[in-house]
Every structure is written in C-alpha cells, then in structure tokens.
C-alpha cells in the first residue's frame, strides 16, 4: 500500500497513475479465489459447509485425493508430450485465440454457399475478342492484369464456373486469426478455352478478364458488401478477386476468389519446368511475329510456368493437405502454431514469401516420409518440423514429394534447379512450390528455425513467449537496413543484369525480375561479413475493382536488411587470391577498378580492396553501405543516391561538435573511452608497484559508467582553462569563478582500490574514516616520490588524481566497514547485523558496482556495439530530462539484456537496433508480473531461475517496482530499490512506445527527409514550470542535442598547460542548483533536467502541494495559513507556491534568466 | 483567529506568531512562526524563557541570517538549525573535513538562545505587517547561487597539514578510549557484583563463545542436521504410501499454479499475438 501513497506524481495523469499504482500492489489475489470456489463446486457437498477459514486445509484435502486414471494421464502427458505443464497451457490458449469460433465458422459457411450459388448461376455472356474489352467499360470494372504487350489473337466468351469449392487453410481449418478469409476455388469451364491459350500469358489474360466478368456480376448483387482486387501472394501475373460478403451478423465475410483450370485442360508437362510457353517475338513486339525463328526464341520460362500449374493442381494440393491431417488435431494444431511463428516474423506474406502453404506442405512431406508421426501433439509436430527445417538443407537436397518415379517427362531434380534458387516439389512432380522463394528468404527461415530450436533447448525463461507471442519485425531484427528508393534504376539495370529472359518469364514485373540476382550479387559482395540479407516481405496490395492493376512502379522501395557477422562485418579490407591465381580474373570482375594488388604482412601479394582507412569504429561501421553502393552501382548501374543506409543517423547524437582548427576526431566515443581505460590500467599499475606505503594497494577498478563503456559523453584529456582564472595562492589549481562563464565540464572518474588486508583497522565507521584520510596523504606523497610532476589533490574522502589529462578519484574500499554499518547490539545483547541505509549505501559502493562494472565490460568485449546502443538509450532517457529518476545501472543492465538474451533476435549487430530493442523492451515488458532476469556469465542455472520466479510471485509487493536480477544481485534490487517510482516509470513506458512509433516508421517510409533528432526532443508543455538557464553558465552545453551556432566549443591544449594543473573538476552549477531544489522542495515538486546541455528544468508539482493540511509542527516547510478557511479551530495551511517559486530563483542567483508558468496547466 | 487581516499587529496561529520575511524587498514573503521554545525534557542547551522556536525557516537563510534577522529584537547567544524539531541540541557539526550530522538545505527550524528572556516576548510581539527582509541592497547576507557554488568549491581545497594534525590528534585519544575501555573491561574480569553476578568479557582467560546471530544459526542449523540424520525415512510401509501421494500432490500443486499463472497472463491479453 505504501508505494501508492509516496508516489511522486505527474498530476497531469494523476487519474491513471491511481489505476496503475493499484494495480501494482496486485489484487490478483481475487481472481484466484474466484477460480478456487468454481473448482469447489464439483466436489462433495460436505466439504461445502466448512466456509472460508477452513480453505487451507481443504485444499490440502484436494491435493491428496486419490486420482483418476484419467486425471493422472493428463498429469504426465504434460511433461511428456509437451515441453512443460505451462507450456501446454500457453499452447492450448494461444490455440483458442487464433482459432474461429465455432458460430463465427458456421456463419462464415453459410456465406460461402450463398456465394457459391449465385457464382454457379451466373449468366453466360458473349463472345468477344480478347484484346475487345468494350463490354466491361459499361460497369467501369477493370482488367486486374498489366495488358502489356497486346494479345491479338483468341476469344473469351464468360460461362459460369463448372465447379465452386472451398480450399485452403479455411477448409482444412488451419486459419488463423485474424483476417481470416476464406478461399474459394472457382472452376473456369473447358469451353471457355482454347487450344493455343498456354501460350504467351493468353490462358492468364482470361483468367483476369474471367475475374473481371464475375466482378461485373457481382457489383450488383445484394449479398455483396464489397469488392476488391489483389495479388495472389503478391505475384502479378495471378489476381485474385476479395468478395466481402454480408454475414448474418453485422461483420461481413471476406473471400479469396481464385480460378482454378479444369482438369485436363492442358498436359502438365506443358508446363514442366524448363518449358518455354512465352515467346521472345511477341513479348518484345519485334513484328516478325509469323517468322519465329525457333531455337533462339525458347528460353525456358519457370515462373510463367508454374503460374499456370498452380492453378491446375490447386485440388490435389488440398486433397494433400487433407489427407495428412485426417483426424489428427495434433498435426492440425502443430500446423497452427508454425503459422503463427511464421506469421509474427513477417515471412508469410508479398511476394516470394514462404507461405503457410509451404508449410503445410512441408508438414505433410514429413508425415510422408515418416519423420512425424500422426499421434504426435502439437508441440512435438511444431518442434520436430522446426528441427527438420534447421538441419535439412533444401539447396543440396531439395525435398520432393512425388513418390511416382514412372512419368518420363517429369522434370528431375537437377532440372527444377536449375531454373530456380529453391525447390519444393510437389506430389504431381511438376511444380515446385518454391518457384518464387529466393535463396535469401529460405536462409532467413533456415535461421530463425535454427534460433527457435535453440530457445528451446536452452535455459531463457519464458521460450513459449519468444517462440510465438513475440512479433519480429523487420526493422528490429536485422543490423542494418536500407533502401533502394528509385525504382526507375531497378528498371534500367535489367539489360545490365542480362535478366531480358527472366524479365519476359516474369510477365514484365522488373522488380520481381531483378530483386534475385541483386540478392546474390550483394550475396557475394558482402561474404562473411553477413549472415543473411533480405528484402522486407510487403503485404500485397489491395485495389478497387474500378482501379488499374498495379505494376511494378507502384513499389515506392525496396528495403533491404542485412544481419552482421560481427567479427568480420567491420573490417576494412576484402583480401582477394594471390594475383597469379585463376580466381584473382572473376575477383577483379567482382569489385572493378576499386580491386589493386596489395602486399601483405605475411609478404603474400595478393588482389584487396580497401574500403577505407580511418580506424573510428562509428567510421567502421560504414564499410558494409560502401560495399553495397560499390557493389550495386558497378553491376546494376543503380546510382549511391539512391541507396540509402538508415543505422548510423542516430551516430549524431553521440558525436561532439569540434571547433574550427581542430584536427582531432572523435567518432562515437568509443576510441575516448578505450584512451581512458588504458589510462587506468597504467595507474594501476603504478600503484601496485608503490612502496612506502602502510598496506599495500591490491586491487583497482574503476567503477564509472565511463569503465562499463556506458559514459554517453566520455572525458577528454583535459579539456582546458581558457576561461578559467587561477587562484594565487595556490597556484597550480584552477577555480570557477561565478562572473565568468563556467569552465568546460571535467567528470571525475571513480577508481576503488583496495588493500591489502589487515587486522589492525578499528571497529569504528568513524575512526576508518580518519585513516582512510591519512592513507590518501601517505598514497599522495608515495606518487610525488615517484614522478614529482604527478599533480594529486587530497580530500578527506578521496584522492584526485591528474593522469593523461583525465583526472581519477581514488577510494578505497573496505568490506569491514559494510559489516560496521550492519552491526548492532540487540537489546539481549547478541550482536545482531541487520541492513541499514548506510550498509546498503557502502554493499553497492564496494562490491555490487565494481562487480558489475567488471560484467559489463565483458559484454563490451564480446559486442562491440554494446557501447553505442547502451549511451543511445542514456542520452534519449536523458533528452527526456528523466536519467536523475532512474538508476543509470538498471538503464545498462537492460540493455544488456537485449545482448544476453536477444531471443526471438540475435544480438544486436549495431547501437540503432540495439536501442530500438532497449525501446520495444521497455514499451512491452510487464514489471509487475515478471523480474527481468540477466544471466550474467550464463552463472543461472534452470533451477536458479525458478527458484528467482516463485520468490518473485510470493513477495512481489515487497520488491522493487522494476526487478532486475543478475547472479550477483539476485532479488535484492540494488539499483532500483528507490527510483523509479510507479510514476516515472509509467512516463518511460509511454515515451518508449511513441519513440519506437515514430523511429520505426521513420526506417520504415520516411527515411528520406525524417530528422532522427525528433524523438530526443522533450515536449515542454507537461511541466507546471519550466526554468530557463544562462547557457553560459552551462559547462556541458556543447553536448545538447541542438546546439546553438554561437556556443563555444572544447579545444585541446597542448599537453604542456594541462601536465601542470589541475581542472576545475565536476563543477556543474546546474547540478549544485538542482542537489538544492530537490533537497529543498523535494516533497513538493519533481525537477527534471538533461544533464547534458540541457538549458531548462521542467517542474512538476506533486498532488500534496496543492492540497491543504492542517498545522502540525513538523509539517508547516514553506506554508501560509490558508485565509479561505475562516474556522478559527482548525487552522489550514496551504503550500506558499509564489515565495517558492521566487525561492527557485534565489537559490539559482546568477544561473535562472527566468522562470516559465506553462499555460496548459495554470 | 486564523485569517490573518491587514489592521492586525501580532497575528499568532495556535500559539504562534506569524512573521513574514523576505529574502529582499521585492520577493513574495515566507511565513516565520514563532513560539517560546517550553517543553517537558529540558536541555541546558535550550534555557527555558530565553529560547525562540522558529517554524518554517526558508532554505537560504543560514545560522548568520538568523541572527542578522532577530538581533534587533535582543542580542543572541546561540543558534541551532535543525532540520526538525528535536529536544535536545545535536552535538556540533564536527570538524572542517569530517562534518557529521549535515543540515539538508530544506525548510528548518531554528532554535534561537537569547541573552535575555524579554527579547522572547519582544520577538513573539512582531507584527504581522511590517514584514522581515533578509537582504536589502546595501547588504547581501546570505550568498545564494553561483557565488556560493563557487565559494563551496574554492573551500572544499584541503590543507594536507592541518588534515593530517586533525587526524592524528582524533586517533590519538580514539587510542587512548580504546585502551581506557579495555582497561576497564579487564578490570572487570572476575569480580562480582553487589549480587555476586559475575559479567563475563571479551578480555581475561574465560571469554566464552562470542553472542553473535551468525553463531546461533550456526547452533541451530547443527542441531537441525543431527536431529535428520536421527529420523528414518521410507522404512514403513506408511511412509512409502506417503511419498507417492506427495509426488501426486506436487504434480497437482504444480498444474494448480500454472493454471493461475495463465490466467493471469490472460488478464494481461498475453495471448492476442498479434
């Protein structure tokens, strides 16, 4: 109950903090005695009488009843079948959610036979020349097919479709919602066809204008809600026609109407895979049409093909589907669920994606060959299909599932490959279901069924969640993403590409044509340096039927993402074969020009390209868009322009402004924080070898966040005194001086040493502090000994110490001194140690930060981009003047977590996704339900975990409002003990979602002319107040997000000034200024500022300062007697805001310019 | 009487007077509420009749401000700034580099010792009208902002010299108490009471088991393990009968859980994938 009564609070939302903060305590409680009286009332009777104080022993009684048979089977399929007893629950809910509801199903029949009647009674119309197609204009429907080039010859006269059938996943009942329609096979009559219609797209013409007469048709009619067109499956040459049909209850039914050949119509093997129905002469419209010059006309047309045979083999597909899942709702169900994976990682939809279909399909192939078995349950049909996806290999060993070896024109397996990258044959052994797949997608597959298998095995909480509850979207899964945004230079790099075969094969669709090969191409290019790379999938669209069809010119762009090998995704080198080697001919083809002979270090001459030379990691990181662009413009001729990469706008926001003149560079910070750490480790060293010293010094870790790679601005050597004034007397010091402008911020940087150990420390907090003291002097006056020009400061609690420019405060640490502060005598006099603020405060100092430090930094090492992503969520939490509200540990460690455990991704391979993931995490994950759990150093266990989760269920409300638990801090909540409160954690969560909105959807659509900057720019109008500073008086102003042309910025002095004095050290007015507000006003109002550079505090007022209160002594800070209440008995006071506003500008004298009333909440 | 109303002299609100001041003549005022300091546990710090008990004194004024505010109601021996009210005077803020018991800069009281009792009274009798103002162009008293940010930071320099006497002269008789107490414990050692009890110490030949909470979990954990190691366990029949209930209960217990562990996921609309 308490946290709801402390809350700090945003007024503005002060309603639903309310709802929130109750639902925080969790009254969960409730639903399960609800759930417990239900299950009571099955059971005897004479148990009902006992009433509620007797409920403990009754469900005691429950358990120890003896079982059924039944009962028991359940209990131990559970383990068996299933992964787990909660695995099998999720599965069966996630199965009742994406599952119809049955009145929902029958309605949906009932529709279908209404359609199906009047399709089946459609009036014939007239015969008409093809190319004839006066008879639609009258209804203004139009052709939903490109009718590029002409047809000149053949006829289409509409008759009614011979047959009607349902097919597809509504028939097999393997849909899922949502959208789920229902797909409807219509069968064009033999009459309508001719014997020449397989030639030259003829046969798919009046597949499109038979739509288009049904469309007609329909438009009228009364059961019809509306129509629409679109692809199949996004392939061009096949529409569809989308019938929305009124349903009986409001919502209407949507159908997929396809058209299907009848059986017999033509020979499959006029369709075999390297046949060739489209001619050159006619495609091209050359003229010399009647004189075709065989020979040089046939080249094999696989799309066009298998286009066709699809719509002959739609039945036997069904039959196929259906006979595999006769009966057996594990099969179906297993089915469901590997629709649902496909489907949340956006595979299952566009063009060339591996539908549910190919699932299915697949499903049943391993039903054939016998690697499922029909009794199995769904979770072992979903695992083992998942395995066989992972481990097989469809490009050396393409699955087949024609049995039926005795046809001799079936094409062979080597034929089928031939003409396209994956092949999937199916039971008529002429069609390959992969025909549009490219090898890209299949590999994405391949991979993320790899991933799945793992999260499976392995010991991440929560698998059924990453498996199927967690949507993958494209812009978070892959590192880098980008563009091509012209699709006019698509169009102009077929002849480049020499795809005018496969252009004609593809009906004209360019884009289509040319996305393979550029896969490859990049494929190539990039090597190891990538594990895939793949187009974004895009849902087809959808048209009116009074609309023209869509070609390719109406793909806005095509986006690519790519997924980093990191280890090699950065090197600056492409190392080709040795010059005379008969491969250095195709690797100078490859790169062009830019390929040059190259001695190396191991005196091998070989062929290289060198991308660049800078060694900046943010630099580095480029190499691959310099590969892609150089790669792209040589073989497809499409200019860098318009290539664009999109994962290093936010680079800016990490980068420092330099002044003229300066010719250091600075990247993302990176090289700053490495200059740092070798710094240290130099100490380090330095300090162990000291002599004449009491004890000894042991150890030394720095504790910074600058030491966990996590300082979103790092120090610089120091940066110089140019406006500073030396104090005379002590001569070798630098001090601020309150009329000048501030000096340049110089952090500190924490360093713990410890001793050696030793007895003779006393048992008193006091007494250790003075020989802490005395230790610094010694330690001061042992470094002099060695180097005199060492520039050292002592304070009573510390030492400063000037190395490299950086300036290190030394602290030692003594475990003795956490075990003091817990010590205190019981009133029997045992010593008892119980934690104390001041222990708790002396635990994280002394061990928990150092020992995380040290974690953290090992994830640097393993993840380079850790750095990047984890500064990236700093600044944006501290944009949002938020980072004082959160410990900036907890901030690290869930970013770390997106490293630890990325599943259902990889790790992230650059600092943009890593800080999308940060944003999608904090948007979703549910903290009052769950602790975040960080395997540091894989040191859980499976057993450690749910031990940690039911600790977790049973004093939730005793534990911090966020849990994170490391191995180190398992639930004792270290850094989130106090901050944040329900409040501000409730603003994060908010800001995160809208972040990630408009961040994904500038990757997404507007990557051309988006500002990236948009969603590190506070909004101003939800504070009570805003405070306005001098920016002068700001010594980091130089890192805001906008900076201002005239701020001055850093320059490095020569190494001479800063050997001989000390800076002025962590010396920020704004920080004093707000150490004293919250000191001051802490309990009255919250202060909100972005430590870096920002020039405005934001004020919140908490509630408890509007309200009034009567007097109490120790309750009267900064009231005046409330005169509206004129009851001379009980005297009110209410808070005395106008002298407390005026207080905030006396406390910041010389700092505040001035001091806003925002207007949206006066 | 709580309105206070222009015409008034001295307002008081349940028995205190209410002064305002400001921090210079043209800021909104504070209210100050004053009382003659009279409570049950008296403290020599606090002289009854000559000490004022001051509410609500803003966060920029310090020790100097207080006096510089009251001296024109009688000259001022002692002030104390607290950060609440306490019955007895805090011990002295320490020394120059090792402070201890820091008043936050928040609101405070003020516990104001006058060399005279009438200057009490004379404080208690302050008009409400004619408000106090802490710093009037010709003198600043209290330092805010910058300068004093500046000042703090120029301050915070050590002088190696003048810590290192300090911290030898504290360990010094830090020492000499440390052997005074053991000295005392020694003597002890041994000699009894008015009632013969003899209290037994850390110093002297017969120290006994140190009475620590680590050392009692110790004891007992001990004895937990030898009283298992006692028991015997699936040697009767009924104990068999036992176990293969519990293992059956344990299933249930656990399928219990999980069910209430869905539905509260299905609360949170956990499974609406999409």
Not at chain 2, 3 to 20: E, I, L, R, S, Y
Not at chain 2, 106 to 131: E, H, M, T
């Amino acid at each position: 109950m308490k946290r709801t009564h402390e809350t700090d609070d945003f007024q503005s939302d002060a309603s639903d903090d309310e709802v929130v903060s109750d639902d925080f305590e969790g009254d969960d409680d409730e639903d399960v005695e609800d759930d417990g009286d239900e299950d009571e009332d099955d059971d005897s009777e004479d148990e009902a009488q006992d009433g509620p104080p007797a409920k403990a022993a009754k469900l005691d009684k429950k358990l120890y009843k003896p079982p059924t048979a039944n009962e028991l089977n359940t209990l131990k399929e559970a383990e068996s079948l299933f992964q787990s007893n909660l695995f099998k629950l999720q599965i069966t809910e996630l199965l009742t959610e994406v599952t119809l509801r049955e009145k929902r199903h029958r309605q949906m029949e009932t529709a279908v036979e209404k359609l199906k009647e009047v399709l089946m009674s459609l009036p014939s119309g007239s015969k008409f020349e093809i190319s004839d197609q006066k008879w639609l204009k009258k209804s203004k429907v139009k052709v939903p097919i490109k009718q590029v080039p002409k047809i000149t010859k053949g006829h289409f006269n509409f008759l009614a479709p011979c047959s009607v059938k349902c097919v597809g996943s509504f028939a097999l009942g393997t849909c899922i919602k949502p959208s789920v329609h229902v797909d409807v096979l219509a069968e064009m009559p033999k009459e309508c066809l001719q014997a020449k219609d397989f030639l030259n797209q003829r046969y798919l013409r009046k597949r499109a204008l038979y739509l288009a007469a049904i469309a007609t048709h329909l438009q009228t009619n009364q059961l019809i809600q509306d129509l629409k067109y679109s692809y199949h499956h996004g392939n061009h040459l096949k529409p569809i026609l989308i019938i929305h049909v009124k349903g009986d209850s409001g919502k209407p039914v949507q159908v997929h109407l396809h058209i299907s050949l009848p059986s017999g119509a033509f020979k499959p093997s006029r369709f075999s895979i390297s046949q060739s129905n489209v001619r050159k002469a006619w495609f091209q419209q050359t003229e010399q049409e009647e004189a075709e010059t065989e020979g040089s006309d046939l080249a094999a047309t696989p799309v066009y093909n298998t286009t066709v045979l699809q719509d002959m083999m739609y039945e036997t597909h069904t039959e196929c589907l259906q006979h595999a899942q006769d009966d057996t709702l594990g099969v179906r169900e297993g089915i469901m669920l590997l629709k649902v994976w496909l489907r949340q990682r956006e595979l299952d939809k566009g063009y060339g994606c591996f539908s549910g279909f190919i699932m299915a399909m697949y499903v049943a192939h391993l039903l054939d060959c016998r690697k499922l078995h029909r009794m199995m349950s769904s979770y072992q049909v979903m695992r083992n299909t998942l395995v066989s996806l992972a481990t097989t290999d469809w490009v050396t060993s393409p699955p087949s599932m024609c049995r039926d070896e005795s046809d001799p024109q079936r094409p062979s397996l080597p034929t089928f490959q031939e003409h396209s990258d994956i092949v999937f044959v199916d039971p008529s052994g002429y069609l390959n279901l992969c025909c549009n797949l490219t090898h890209a997608v299949y590999r994405r597959v391949r991979h993320e069924a790899d991933l799945a298998i793992k999260c499976l095995e392995g010991t991440e909480v929560n698998t059924f969640e990453t498996l199927l509850l967690k949507p993958v979207p494209f812009v978070r899964k892959f590192d880098v993403c980008f563009h091509i945004s012209e699709m006019e230079d698509v169009r102009k790099s077929v002849p480049k590409l020499q795809l005018e075969d496969s252009l004609m094969d593809h009906g004209g669709h360019y884009v289509h044509t040319c996305v393979p090969t550029l896969l490859n191409l990049m494929e190539k290019a990039l090597g190891n340096r990538i594990h895939l790379v793949q187009p974004q999938l895009n849902a087809c669209p959808e048209w009116g039927i009074t609309e023209k069809a869509p070609g390719p010119e109406s793909v806005g762009s095509l986006m690519f993402g790519l997924l980093l090998n990191p280890e090699t995704a950065n090197s600056i080198i492409n190392k080709g074969p040795p010059a005379q080697a008969a491969e250095a001919r195709e690797f100078r083809e490859l790169w062009g020009e830019k390929s040059e002979l190259r001695r190396f270090q191991d005196s091998s001459i070989n062929e290289a390209v060198v991308w660049m030379t800078s060694s900046l990691i943010s630099k580095r990181r480029q190499v691959c868009f310099k590969v892609i662009k150089h790669i792209l413009n040589r073989h497809a001729d499409i200019p860098s322009c318009n290539v664009h990469f999109l994962s290093h706008h936010l680079d800016s926001l990490l980068h420092l402004p330099k002044p003229k003149g300066d010719n250091s560079v600075y990247g993302t910070g990176e090289e700053e924080h490495m200059a740092i750490v070798q710094s240290i480790d130099q100490l380090s060293k330095l300090l162990h070898r000291l002599d004449g010293l009491p004890l000894s010094v042991k150890s030394v870790q720095g504790v910074s966040p600058v030491f966990r790679f996590a300082e979103v601005f790092p120090a610089m050597p120091a940066i110089p005194a140019n406006i500073q004034t030396t104090n005379a007397s002590t001569g070798s010091e630098f001090l601020p001086y309150p009329d000048k402008p501030a000096p340049f911020y110089v952090p500190t940087m924490t360093v713990m040493c410890k001793l050696e150990g030793s007895g003779k420390w006393p048992d008193d907090l006091e007494a250790i502090r003075r020989l802490k003291a005395a230790f610094f002097i010694q330690l001061s006056q042992a470094l002099k000994r060695k180097d005199p020009s060492f520039f050292v400061k002592v304070a009573p609690a510390h030492l400063d110490v000037l190395k490299d420019g950086y300036v290190f405060r030394l602290k030692i640490g003594n475990m003795r001194e956490i075990t003091l502060a817990k010590m205190y005598t019981s009133p029997e006099g045992t010593m008892q140690s119980h934690d104390t603020e001041e222990s708790r405060k002396l635990q994280i100092e002394y061990s928990a930060r150092p020992k995380l430090t040290s974690a953290l930094h090992g994830i640097q090492q393993q993840y380079n981009t850790f750095s990047g992503a984890v500064r990236l969520v700093k600044r944006w939490i501290a944009s949002h003047m938020m980072l004082d509200y959160i410990a900036e540990e907890a901030i690290e460690l869930v970013v770390a977590h997106c490293y630890i455990s990325p599943a259902p991704y990889t790790a992230p391979g650059s600092p943009m996704v890593g800080f999308l993931r940060f944003l999608s995490i904090m948007s979703t994950f549910d903290w009052k339900t769950q602790p975040l759990i960080i395997n540091l150093n894989n040191e859980f266990s499976k057993d450690d975990i749910s031990d940690i989760q039911k600790k977790f269920t049973e004093d939730r409300s005793s534990l911090p409002l966020m849990c994170i638990c490391t191995p180190q801090d398992r639930l004792v909540g270290h850094w989130t003990r106090e901050r944040p409160t329900v409040p501000i954690l409730q603003r994060l969560v908010l800001l995160a979602q809208q972040s990630l909105q408009v961040l994904q959807q500038q990757l997404q659509d507007d990557y051309i002319n988006a500002d990236f900057k948009t969603i590190f720019r506070p909004p101003l109008d939800v504070f009570d107040l805003v405070i306005y500073l001098k920016t002068k008086h700001l010594p980091r102003q130089h890192q805001a997000v906008d900076i201002a042309m005239a701020t001055k910025l850093p320059t490095r002095e020569s190494e001479n000034t800063w050997k001989r004095l000390m800076p002025v050290v962590d010396y920020d007015p704004v920080q004093f200024y707000l150490e004293e507000l919250r000191a001051a006003f802490g309990d009255l109002a919250l202060f909100f500022h972005d430590k870096y550079g920002g020039a405005t505090i934001g004020v919140v007022w908490k509630p408890r300062a509007k309200e009034t209160r009567p007097f109490k002594v120790l309750d009267v800070g900064g009231c005046i007697v409330d005169s509206s209440t004129s009851n001379s008995d009980d005297v009110l006071l209410k808070v005395n805001m106008d002298a407390i506003i005026a207080d905030f500008e006396v406390l910041g004298k010389g700092l505040v310019t001035h001091i806003k009333k925002m207007k949206s909440k006066m | 009487m709580a309105a206070p109303d222009q015409t008034h002299g001295a307002v008081t609100v349940q028995g205190f007077t209410v002064v305002p001041l400001k921090f210079s003549a043209d800021k909104p005022a504070h209210c100050l509420y004053l009382k003659a300091h009279s409570v049950r546990e008296k403290d020599s710090a606090y002289p009854q009749y000559r000490t004022l008990f001051v509410l609500n004194v803003p966060p920029y004024c310090n020790e100097d401000c207080v006096k510089q505010l009251f001296t024109p109601c009688g000259k001022i021996a002692q002030v104390y700034l607290h950060d609440k009210p306490t019955l007895t005077a805090l011990p002295s803020t320490g020394s120059r580099y090792f402070p201890i018991n820091i008043t936050t800069p928040g609101f405070k009281v003020a516990y104001i010792v006058f060399k005279n009792a009438s200057a009490v009274k004379q404080a208690c009798k302050l008009s409400y009208d004619s408000p106090l103002v802490l710093n009037t162009p010709e003198k600043i008293v209290s330092s805010t902002g910058l300068h004093k940010w500046c000042q703090q930071y120029s301050k915070r320099r050590v002088d190696i010299k003048e810590l290192q006497t300090e911290i030898e002269d504290y360990m010094a008789k830090f020492d000499a108490k440390q052997e005074e107490e053991k000295q005392r414990l020694k003597d002890q050692e041994g000699v009894a009471d008015e009632e013969g009890w003899v209290t037994v110490t850390r110093v002297g030949k017969n120290k006994g088991t140190p009475r620590t909470e680590a050392r009692k979990k110790h004891l007992t954990k001990r004895e937990m393990k030898r009283r298992k190691e006692k028991e015997l366990l699936n040697f009767y029949a009924f104990q068999f009968k036992e176990t293969k209930k519990d293992q059956i209960a344990a299933l249930r217990k656990k399928f219990e859980e999980d069910k209430q562990k869905i539905s509260v996921m299905k609360a949170a609309r956990k499974f609406k994938p999409y």
